[in-house]
């Protein structure tokens, strides 16, 4: 609208028609997927991005296929078509496979999707870690989903209380459980690392703060909660692991374990995750209001605020799940506060929506359509959401049907629909063509009349005394007609869905191409010409607005001209720019990696180890976890850090930017920075449960363990690790004063360093003869040592990549990004260090 | 001025001071309380010192949020203020970060407010 | 010769709140009109929701402090709920109609404030203050000298031992009798996995957990049969975990006490006798505790007066000798995964001398 006065504009005139040609032939080759059976090498987001949707989307039509069989079970009391076991495990399998199969990846899928198309950017900055992620998910998810039919499945619940699951599951589910999820989990956190990347370093020249769209703010919050939320179920299950694989009693009360503990971790992760699954999904309806109102949202900065401030308070509710839990009233009651006031940022945000609505023209619409009925029936599961954070009235309702309805309210209504008017609404970006608009509105009527039968009972069941997850009930309860109207509804809903799938997958090359922006909507994302080049965007705007293409002149014209940057890829690179955080300033070419299969070996000899560790064969697993280390050291030796040909490139419009940046303007140094903060978190939830070992016990450190680990061995380990990184800040500094000699001792001493450094710390508990399978007091400790120790070593193999790379002259005193992103690991490192000592060493003294 | 609204000056992290604060706010009192039910309490069970310390906290992170918010204010308002602040210049760049840290700030003083009321209710660890 | 207070008639037990009824009347009306089907509509929801209170287990049928408490509390709010939603959905529906009466951003921008911000912010407040004061007396303790439960939720059944304010406890099993009108203190536990105690038409539930000590005040108004059940998933049989709940007159109460505190009675009958015989040899008594036997085991539950309780197989099979009889043929058909081996070997005669004798304890 009001462009700043020393923005670039694009030129006046047209460039030369062959010019144009040739650039688009340089640039479609340059962004060519690969045919055939290589067509699966492919790391492109379009690529990559439908197919995580389409799988997540297919774990989605299983989970649903679950609850049906769920449903005929119900329908009737005292039935017995699945019997009490097979009950549990379906009714396991379809929570967990809504919750971690389908609900986030989904969420991560469609933004790995649509983010770059709506910051003008030709890929997320790290298109192999999009493709790990993705080849994670298929196999950790596909795991899962076929131990059901074996009979093999969890069968804890999708909450998994030990010590239910650490002593009275003995089957192989439960650690399929800990270890499919936490592989996924891992895979979640690699795509929200590059989410935000590409949300804050990968936008449009221009885009200023004040201007990101909608969604990639949601995105950007979302993919930020998973870095706090993830990590606290990750190190829980680890807790799990230990116990249920070697018998350390985290969760045993008998030596000194506490149930308790692996709640607060659990929903540490997830009430937050609930809404880590509505901002995403909110997101799509902040997108459609404003196209089909024809005008700019209403009250963007308020949509701002209830993002990040839910992103924020939802961390403060997990409580609320453990109300009858016996915690002292006050707790509760802090957390019930916590609860209401999450409310208003969700307020806020459903006025937004209706303001903007009156303030517009509204276009009728199937999108529209699903965002009406999602907002109407999430509306409602807020509501019943105020009631059940109310820790009284939670006292009867928690555990119940009532719960369940709440549930589904919340999630279908604010997630579901949602994402089915994104299919509705984006659908035509795929291919170019539109989906059904009869289907669209048969499904629609089908799902709101089925889900609303399905679950408005379930309000009363539950009231009436049913508690969920039971396998069954006695007739004559007040459940039967209820249940029986429930098991209607679902199979209504479920053809819904059953329509709307259809609707996706029925053939459509008969079907015209719609026009360029179908719907008329002022976002970046509908740039592109139907059906759409893989390249993305043809030439990166320069943007002046909220709603460039409503706003500025000629926008489409002078894109699709290449009148703005990066118009043409003369060295038949893959390019993409990379711009600074507030004011979206250009600061580098970033190249971008191309098809590879390397990140799917990844992604399986990785999934190896996890999967080995089921069954516990530990020492195959271990060979695979060595094997994808070398897969991953081969794939970041080839495809990271590649010193370009020349120092800088043109861009276009009289810029000039360098292709190589190291350290903090680096996208890589992000990347490890981000990802270290979400393992530092994980470290931070083992920390806490030592604390909360000793808020429980009288006696902690336990009077038989006089002085744990001593204070000799975790200061000597403290000492060696500060000077390895001492030494590693050496190298760096040795490395861009170009000193081969310097640098090689500087990072050989830290390596060794390190290594004497790890064992020393596990020689603390080692050598006091700590004995971890007998009290949680050496347990813990144990498993801070190793942590730390584990540190270490990874540290060691950062020094070892960074002495390879100079050696083999990949790493330069200029192109040091490699040593760079290790001294940000050794932060990390060295931060871990201190603290394990310090609790470890340290807090026994204090007491 | 427009030194002052340069880039380098500008920082994200002024937007979540305030639910930061929250943050803190939050766990410093379920901790208090936790810890001196768990540990410290009276046979009574009476929390006095920890309704005590909760208050002490709250005037504390009201503090911090009323400064906090009002600087966002205060940047929102700078030179002629119009919402939405969507004009690609770094002025309205400026007022928006200011306007989103004011309304931030609000609401984590109601929901440090929130967490705070529950201090009257509550005079033991039951 | 049975104690007046034994036992209600079955069926009292079993449900006699049936949700069909009432619909009858109202589906046998006369020929439809245009306007009767939403008058029925509308009929039907007053039932649904009249008629979705009642039952044995129901939250919404209270017959204790908190229940009572809690149910007001949701009446209100759902009323309150009901009356939002209503005017959210008005106020985007007439938004979405209002085309001739287009709002400006600045007026838009109004409701953002209004809706949005301040009056979520006023009625959470309120209701908040609201839900406050309530806990207190939820989570309150008995006063000193109540009558104290300690309950044990076991892998699938409840251990129950009474500490009335004077002389020693008594352990019972599967079956709660409370005195009306008089606070109760539960002390909650599990030496397994966790559980959850409720008794949906008393009050609020509580968790059992291992390795901790849970608390739960429940306080009776009127005398009845009720139903609880555990309401934390525990394991393959869950579903399978239920009691009968009997509030009855404090002088009853107190009656029924003295007699559980009684051994069981010498089995005058010879198939009494015999069952009594066939119960030790078996090895039944390594897990049950018959006082007045030489049974003694800790396991499961105590039977001395299993005879006298309204349920089998924690209250899901009626007291009678056939249940009796399959409860202990075919224990793991009736509750998967239970820790009992069925003793379907025996033969049918031994069978039923043994529920004979189990009957007979009262």
Redesign the interface.
């Known amino acids: 609208m009001n462009p700043a006065p020393n923005d670039p504009e694009p030129p006046a005139h047209t460039p030369p028609l062959e010019l144009q040609r040739a650039q688009e032939d340089r640039l479609r080759r340059a962004w060519q997927k690969p045919a055939g059976w290589r067509y699966w090498s492919a790391v492109n987001n379009t690529e990559v991005g439908v197919w995580y949707t389409a799988t997540a989307f297919l774990f989605f039509l299983f989970g649903g296929v679950l609850a049906l069989l769920i449903r005929i079970q119900l329908a009737v009391p005292d039935n017995d078509f699945l019997s009490a076991d097979r009950y549990n495990q379906v009714f396991t399998v379809h929570g967990s496979v809504m919750m971690f199969l389908f609900a986030i990846p989904v969420f991560e899928s469609i933004a790995v999707i649509f983010l770059p198309q709506m910051l003008g950017a030709r890929d997320l900055p790290f298109p192999r870690l999009s493709a790990f992620g993705y080849w994670c998910f298929v196999l950790g998810g596909i795991f899962l989903c076929g131990s059901i039919l074996f009979d093999a499945a969890p069968r804890g619940g999708w909450f998994m209380y030990p010590p239910l699951t650490s002593k009275y599951q003995p089957g192989v589910g439960a650690d399929m459980w800990l270890l499919g999820f936490s592989f996924i989990e891992i895979a979640a956190i690699a795509a929200a690392v590059e989410l935000i990347v590409g949300t804050l370093k990968c936008r449009p020249p221009g885009m200023r703060i004040n201007l990101i769209p909608l969604y990639c703010w949601y995105v950007l919050v979302a993919a930020a909660m998973v870095l706090f939320a993830f990590p606290p179920l990750i190190a829980g299950s680890m807790l799990l692991e230990l116990e249920r694989a070697f018998h350390w009693p985290f969760f045993d009360p008998v030596r000194g374990g506490d149930p308790l503990l692996w709640q607060h971790l659990f929903w540490l992760f997830g009430h937050p995750e609930v809404y880590i699954i509505f901002l995403p999904s909110i997101a799509i309806i902040a997108m459609i209001v404003p196209t089909f109102a024809q005008r700019p949202i209403v009250g963007y900065g308020w949509i701002v605020l209830a993002a990040v401030g839910t992103g924020f308070l939802s961390f403060g509710l997990w409580v609320h799940h453990m109300f009858t839990t016996g915690l002292p009233g006050i707790s509760l009651a802090l957390f019930s506060a916590a609860s209401e006031a999450v409310a208003i940022p969700t307020g806020v945000q459903i006025f937004c929506f209706i303001a903007t609505i009156a303030a517009g023209r509204m276009v009728r619409s199937v999108p529209m359509l699903y965002t009406l009925g999602g907002l109407a029936t999430f509306i409602l599961g807020g509501l019943t959401g105020v009631m059940v954070a109310l820790a009284s009235f939670d006292f009867q309702a928690h555990d119940t049907f009532f719960v369940v309805a709440h549930l589904h309210y919340v999630l279908i209504g604010g997630s579901v629909f949602p994402i089915i008017a994104g299919c509705y609404y984006f659908f035509p970006l795929l291919n170019g063509k539109k989906l059904s608009d009869r289907l669209g509105r048969i499904a629609f009527w089908l799902l709101l009349a089925g889900f609303n039968l399905t679950f408005l009972p379930m309000h009363f069941t539950g009231l009436r005394g049913m508690p969920r997850r039971v396998f069954t009930y006695p007739a004559g309860m007040g459940f039967d007609l209820l249940n029986l109207v429930s098991t209607i509804g679902a199979f209504l809903l479920g053809a819904g869905v059953a329509i709307v799938a259809w609707d996706i997958i029925r053939p459509k090359k008969r079907q015209p191409l719609v026009p360029r922006n179908p719907w008329r909507a002022g976002t970046l994302e509908w740039l592109p010409a139907m059906p759409p080049e893989s390249w993305g965007v043809r030439s990166i705007p320069e943007i002046d607005s909220r709603y460039p293409l409503w706003e500025q002149p000629n926008f489409v014209r002078d894109v699709d001209e290449g009148r703005f940057y990066l118009p043409d890829a003369e060295e038949g690179k893959r390019e993409t720019l990379v711009t600074s955080v507030i004011d979206a300033t250009p600061t580098q070419c970033l190249r971008l990696p191309g098809p590879s299969f390397v990140p799917a070996l990844a992604a399986v000899s990785l999934g190896g180890f996890f999967i080995l560790g089921t069954f516990y064969l530990w020492i195959p697993a271990l060979v695979s976890l060595v094997i994808a280390i070398g897969v991953i050291w081969r794939w970041l030796w080839n495809g990271t850090a590649v010193i370009p040909e020349k120092p800088e490139k043109e861009i276009g419009l009289g810029l000039t930017l360098p292709l190589y940046r190291s350290g903090p303007e680096s996208v890589g140094w992000w990347a490890v920075v981000i990802t270290m903060l979400a393992v530092f978190v994980a470290f931070v939830s083992l920390v806490f449960a030592y604390f909360f070992y000793w808020t429980i016990h009288d006696d902690f450190p336990p009077a038989g363990s006089q002085g744990g680990p001593g204070v000799f061995w975790p200061c000597l380990a403290a000492t060696l690790l500060l000077a390895a990184w001492a030494l590693t800040l050496l190298a760096r500094r040795a490395n861009r004063r170009d000193r081969a000699g310097v640098f090689s001792l500087a990072i050989i001493g830290a390596a060794l360093l390190a290594l004497a450094g790890g064992a020393a710390i596990l020689a603390g508990p080692w050598l006091t003869g700590l004995d971890p399978t007998s009290h949680v007091y050496p347990a813990i400790v144990w498993l801070l040592a190793l942590w730390t120790a584990l540190h270490a070593a990874t540290g060691v193999l950062f020094h070892a990549y960074c002495f390879a790379r100079r050696a083999a002259g990949r790493m330069t005193a200029r192109h040091d990004i490699d040593i760079q992103n290790a001294v940000a690991f050794w932060h990390f490192v060295i931060l871990t260090a201190v603290i394990t000592v310090a609790v470890i060493a340290g807090f026994p003294l204090v007491k | 001025m427009m030194k002052s609204l340069s880039e380098n000056r500008e920082s994200l992290w002024r937007l979540i001071v305030s639910p930061s604060v929250w943050a803190l706010h939050f766990l410093a009192s379920y901790v208090t309380a936790a810890i001196w039910c768990a540990k410290f309490a009276p046979a009574s069970g009476s929390i006095a010192p920890v309704r005590w310390l909760i208050a002490a906290y709250t005037v504390a992170a009201l503090l911090a949020i009323g400064w906090n918010g009002w600087n966002g204010y205060r940047r929102h308002r700078l030179g002629a203020a119009e919402l939405p602040h969507d004009a690609d210049t770094p002025e309205d760049r400026h007022r928006f970060l200011g306007f989103a840290t004011a309304l931030l700030a609000g609401l984590s003083a109601i929901a440090v407010i929130f967490a705070a009321m529950a201090v009257v209710y509550f005079q033991d660890c039951r | 010769m049975r104690p007046p207070h034994s036992r209600p008639p079955r069926k009292a037990y079993?449900?006699?709140?049936?949700?069909?009824r009432g619909l009858g009347q109202l589906a046998a009306g006369r020929r439809p009109t245009p306007l009767m089907y939403p008058a029925r509509a509308f009929l039907f929801l007053v039932w649904?929701a009249l008629?979705?209170?009642?039952?044995?287990?129901?939250?919404?049928a209270p017959a204790g402090d908190?229940?009572h408490?809690?149910?007001g509390?949701?009446w209100w709010?759902?009323g309150g709920?009901l009356l939002?939603?209503a005017l959210?959905?008005w106020?985007?529906y007439s938004?979405?109609r209002?085309?001739a009466s287009?709002?400006?951003?600045r007026?838009?921008?109004l409701?953002?404030i209004g809706?949005?911000?301040l009056?979520?912010?006023v009625v959470?407040?309120v209701?908040?203050?609201h839900?406050?004061?309530?806990?207190?007396p939820?989570?309150?303790?008995a006063p000193e000298g109540s009558l104290r439960i300690a309950v044990s939720g076991e892998?699938w059944w409840w251990r129950v031992r009474y500490h009335p304010p004077s002389g020693p406890p008594v352990e019972l099993a599967n079956e709660i009798r409370l005195p009306v009108g008089e606070p109760v203190e539960f002390e909650?536990g599990s030496p397994?996995?966790?559980h959850?105690f409720?008794i949906?038409?008393l009050?609020?539930?509580?968790?059992m957990?291992?390795?901790?000590r849970?608390?739960l005040t429940l306080r009776a108004t009127r005398t009845g049969t009720f139903?609880g059940?555990?309401?934390?998933?525990?394991?393959?049989?869950?579903?399978?975990m239920a009691f009968p709940v009997v509030v009855m007159e404090a002088a009853d109460f107190a009656r029924w006490l003295e007699g559980q505190r009684q051994p069981a009675a010498n089995p005058a009958e010879p198939l009494l006798a015999e069952g009594r015989d066939l119960f030790l040899m078996n090895g039944c008594a390594a897990c049950h505790a018959i006082r007045g036997t030489p049974a003694r085991g800790r396991i499961g539950p105590d039977l001395t007066h299993v005879g006298s309780r309204l349920s089998l197989g924690a209250g899901?099979l009626p007291n009678d000798p056939e249940a009796f009889v399959r409860w202990i043929a075919e224990t793991s058909r009736v509750k998967?995964?239970v820790l009992m081996p069925h003793f379907g070997m025996l033969p049918a005669a031994e069978l039923d001398a043994v529920a004979a004798y189990l009957e007979s304890l009262q």
């Not at chain 3, 079993?14 to 069909?20: E, K, N, R, S, V």
């Not at chain 3, 008629?51 to 919404?60: D, E, K, M, T």
């Open positions: 079993y449900g006699d709140a049936h949700p069909f649904f008629a979705g209170c009642s039952g044995i287990q129901s939250s919404l908190g229940a408490r809690i149910a509390l949701f709010m759902t709920a939002v939603w959210m959905i106020l985007t938004a979405f209002g085309r287009r709002q400006s951003p007026l838009a921008r409701y953002i809706g949005g911000a009056f979520p912010t959470l407040a209701l908040l203050i839900g406050f004061r309530m806990m207190p939820l989570l309150a303790s892998q909650l397994d996995v966790i959850s409720w949906p038409s009050g609020g539930k509580m968790d957990i291992p390795g901790r849970t608390r139903r059940q555990c309401a934390e998933y525990c394991g393959t049989s869950h579903a399978l899901i998967p995964g």
